[in-house]
T-cell receptor
Framework: AQSVTQLDSHVSVSEGTPVLLRCNYSSSYSPSLFWYVQHPNKGLQLLLKYTSAATLVKGINGFEAEFKKSETSFHLTKPSAHMSDAAEYFCVVSRGDMRFGAGTRLTVKP | GAGVSQSPRYKVAKRGQDVALRCDPISGHVSLFWYQQALGQGPEFLTYFQNEAQLDKSGLPSDRFFAERPEGSVSTLKIQRTQQEDSAVYLC????????????FGPGTRLTVL
């Protein structure tokens, strides 16, 4: 069985400060892990994907995530938040079928 | 277009009505998926097609839900005798190869059942 837990339902940061969105996963075997972003009234957009090639994964728009097997974590970070980063973020674990977390809403204050 | 498209974008149905939701995947994509996203939740898997074959329908919540992809491209999700609990955003995704490949999502259809 596989599942993913997003530890924060809502994160609020100021523009220009770092972003940290936390995700823990559970999987019997080495999974693929994803982060997707969902802007209002738009489809889910892939930010980045981990498939065991490298533990630090760089994605679009300056986001990156680090796979830590010992901690079963796949946290998403960005050094400096922009207003346009405000959205809902989903962590996903997959071994064929994709299991989504409940989402973290990121708010960016000016 | 280059992405996954869905229609209609919004649908309001009276309880008991039948609805049909359409998905146009990215051209050439073999795999197609349907998800249901309730308000404030992450998407949940409904069903999966590889070409025209429906290989997994384990996520369909009841026999009122039916999906097809007869020619291996466009797919339709049909919900019969809609209930209020069916209100959600229905997302379609496609991927180039088999099930484990990266999925590309459409904008979704927001269904409201009154």
């Amino acid at each position: 069985a596989q599942s993913v837990t997003q530890l924060d339902s809502h994160v609020s940061v100021s523009e220009g400060t770092p972003v940290l969105l936390r995700c823990n996963y559970s999987s019997s075997y080495s999974p693929s892990l994803f982060w997707y972003v969902q802007h209002p009234n738009k489809g889910l957009q892939l930010l980045l994907k981990y498939t065991s090639a490298a533990t630090l994964v760089k994605g679009i728009n300056g986001f990156e995530a680090e796979f830590k097997k010992s901690e079963t974590s796949f946290h998403l970070t960005k050094p400096s938040a922009h207003m346009s980063d405000a959205a809902e973020y989903f962590c996903v674990v997959s071994r064929g079928d994709m299991r989504f977390g409940a989402g973290t809403r990121l708010t960016v204050k000016p | 277009g280059a992405g996954v498209s869905q229609s209609p974008r919004y649908k309001v149905a009276k309880r008991g009505q039948d609805v049909a939701l359409r998905c146009d995947p990215i051209s050439g994509h073999v795999s197609l998926f349907w998800y249901q996203q309730a308000l404030g939740q992450g998407p949940e898997f409904l069903t999966y097609f590889q070409n025209e074959a429906q290989l997994d329908k384990s996520g369909l919540p009841s026999d009122r839900f039916f999906a097809e992809r007869p020619e291996g491209s466009v797919s339709t999700l049909k919900i019969q005798r809609t209930q209020q609990e069916d209100s959600a955003v229905y997302l379609c995704a496609s991927s180039l190869g088999q099930r484990g490949d990266t999925q590309y999502f459409g904008p979704g259809t927001r269904l409201t059942v009154l």
